[in-house]
């Protein structure tokens, strides 16, 4: 008895991978051609939750993708000196225009505010509670009660820092002090383990889920008041960087379109970020 084989199916199977790869280089082409920046930001801004919400509403009017890498503030800025970003989206103005006066950023445009917090056990061993940082922290290190600290160069690490300079106890926190070296949520999951107080921006606090017994103690000091900048990574330093799209995300950031948009993300009703753009 005879044996035929037919062809007809490996010639199929020839077309489709054909097709296939066809479709995957189409895709890939597309892909290509979607044009799209690097962002280096704080954790605050990611773990508050204020990306997700606004990047979208970027895309939509843009056609732009945004990567984000979110750094403490200290990292994100070393990242545009590196020239492996092409925008700067932190909190820490000092930080900020330093790096603009070294030339690796262009101009700085401020963007939004809220502000930090103190938060500690419901109970407040050591009776922080109250407007005043500076008072509170001299009661913390005093009582060597438990501080969490990020100790990662942070936008919130430079502010905690600054607070206890002010209360003339640079290197003097008391033996409760721990330095965590991690983001926002991190450092917060410590502090609701171990019933710590901690320094945080309130954006972070409101999207934070893993509370326990922790409490808002210490708020409203001016002092308080944390401020959000951003801004391109300089093209004369590193000629890569996007400059088109990257500026184009700025001039969003600080459009009514944009600033409307950050004004109404909003956690249980209460408003996380506070534009104030050109103001």
Known sequence: M??????????????ALVATVLIASVSLSVSAQTPSIVVASTTSTEQS??????????????????????????????????GDADVLFVHDKV?????????FAVKRFEVMYNDFVVVGPGSDPVKVAGNDVVAALKKIAAANAEF?????????????????????????????????????????NMASSSNAYVLTDRG????????????????????????????????????????????????????????????SYKIGGEQLFFPNAAK
């Open 204 to 263: 972070t606090w409101l999207n934070f889920k893993n509370r326990g017994e922790l409490k808002v103690l210490v708020e409203g000091d001016k002092r308080l008041f944390n401020q959000y900048g951003v801004m391109l990574v300089n093209p004369a330093k590193h000629p890569q960087v996007k400059v088109t799209e990257g500026q184009k995300f700025i001039d969003w950031l600080i459009s009514p379109a944009g600033q409307g948009v950050i004004a």
């Open 49 to 82: 939750g204020l990306f997700p919400y606004l990047l979208p509403a970027f895309k939509k009017a843009s056609g732009i993708d945004v990567k984000v890498v979110a750094l403490g503030t200290g990292q994100a800025i070393d990242l545009g000196r590196r």
């Open 2 to 15: 005879k044996s035929y084989v037919s062809f007809k199916p490996i010639a199929l199977v020839q077309k």
């Open 95 to 103: 930080a900020e225009e330093k790096v603009v006066a070294e030339g």
């Open 148 to 188: 969490i600290s990020r100790g990662d160069k942070s936008g919130t690490n430079e502010a905690e820092l600054r607070f206890w300079k002010t209360a003339n106890l640079s290197n003097q926190y008391g033996t409760g002090y721990k330095s965590c070296g991690c983001g926002m949520g991190p450092a917060l």
